[in-house]
């Protein structure tokens, strides 16, 4: 399968997150993974992706508003979204905050999509990262979980 990962980051967490997962769907055969930044994303080259993952860092307790306004623009352009999943970075207590409003956003934007798996809401240390060590494995995981579904 094709894999479009698009994601924000400030400061590089969240893309590593985005990394990480690209590198367990591309450890099973079969499967292409591109990873982009939002801010470089030209949306009409979306057409042709089976599975679209969405990360964003929690910024307020919810995703970025560059992430917003891309989820708001899938469906407000002529594209098929068959499958989605996304996932969030976050610190202290806001796990699965942000990953919860962006599938909700999703789901009321696009509702014949569908959800390819749960979010993934993986921990930072601190505003700067890093992530913490022992969710880091959950990453790759994700990714190989995600193509296997296939
Ligand atoms: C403006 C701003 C607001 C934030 N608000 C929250 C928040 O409400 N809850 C939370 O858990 N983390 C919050 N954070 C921490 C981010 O989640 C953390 O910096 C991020 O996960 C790091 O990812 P990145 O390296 O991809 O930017 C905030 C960070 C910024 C910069």
Redesign the pocket.
Known sequence: MKVLII???????????AELIADGINSVEGNETEVVNVKDFDLNEIKTYDLILI????????HTKSIKKFISNLSSISVKVNSFAVF???????FE??VKKMEKQIIENLPNSTMALPGLS???G????PIVEEVLSKCKEYGIKLAKKR
């Open positions: 994601f924000y980051t400030k400061h590089g967490n969240t893309q590593k997150v990360g964003s860092p929690n910024h307020g307790g919810r969030d970075t976050y610190m202290k207590s806001d905050k942000a993986i921990k930072v601190g505003m700067k990262g």
